[in-house]
Structures are given as structure tokens and as C-alpha cells.
């Protein structure tokens, strides 16, 4: 894969750079407003997602769109196992451990992409 910019008319290399950083500043912000920067995030990452094609940038766009549909199979997940540990009187107070390790999970995903990107290196 080529690091060299695609050849947008008008864009820099930088300028998709910096789109990216607020990519994952929304997803990073995306578990503490109830997923919805994530949504954003996603729209915006798809709409921008040409202007990237062939950089090293294309593997964060497809990472953290990845990163976004894992993760919502794993909240609608987390709600049936919610559902049924709440059920299960005794269980209840567990019902918390399932998205909590969405949480881990989600913010480990954006972390390392984001320190990728930092290094100026795609996402494997």
C-alpha cells in the first residue's frame, strides 16, 4: 500500500490527517454519549473515505469503521447477556461486566489505532 497522497484536487495530505485525529477523538469521546459521536464519526468517516484511498490513512478509515460495527453487534450482545443476568436473580449484580469489557474493548481498539496514526502508520 502506497503512503503517498491520493490525488484529491485541493486536499493535503495533513488536511485527511487531521480528519482522522477527530475520527478518533469522537469515537474515543462515543462511550460516554451513549454511542452517538460514533454515529457521527462513522457518516463522516464514509463520506471522507475516497479522499484517502491509497494512503496509509485508508487502513485507519477501515479500522475504525470496523471498530464501529463490531461494536455494535457487541452492545445489542451486552443486552441480551444484560437481560439475562438481570433475570437470573442471583446474577443480577453482575450485569455491569458485560459492557464494561465492551468499553475496554472499544477504547483499546481506538487507542492503538490512534497511536498508530500518531506514528504515521497504518493499522495492521
Do not use: Q
Not at 485508508?58 to 441480551?80: E, M, P, Y
Not at 447477556?81 to 477504547?107: D, E, G, K, N, R
Amino acid at each position: 500500500m502506497s503512503t503517498e497522497p491520493a490525488a484529491t484536487p485541493g486536499r493535503s495530505l495533513d488536511d485527511d490527517k487531521r480528519l482522522a485525529h477527530v475520527l478518533y477523538i469522537l469515537h474515543a469521546l462515543a462511550p460516554f454519549t451513549a454511542w452517538l459521536l460514533a454515529v457521527v464519526a462513522i457518516i463522516l468517516g464514509m463520506a471522507k473515505r475516497d479522499a484517502v484511498r491509497g494512503t496509509f490513512l485508508d487502513s485507519h478509515f477501515s479500522w475504525l469503521a470496523r471498530t464501529f460495527w463490531w461494536g455494535l453487534l457487541w452492545i445489542v450482545v451486552c443486552g441480551v447477556l444484560t437481560a439475562l443476568l438481570v433475570l437470573t436473580i442471583l446474577l443480577s449484580p453482575l450485569f455491569w461486566l458485560p459492557y464494561t469489557a465492551l468499553f475496554i474493548w472499544y477504547l483499546y481498539r481506538v487507542i492503538k489505532g490512534w497511536l498508530r496514526l500518531n506514528d504515521g502508520l497504518p493499522v495492521d
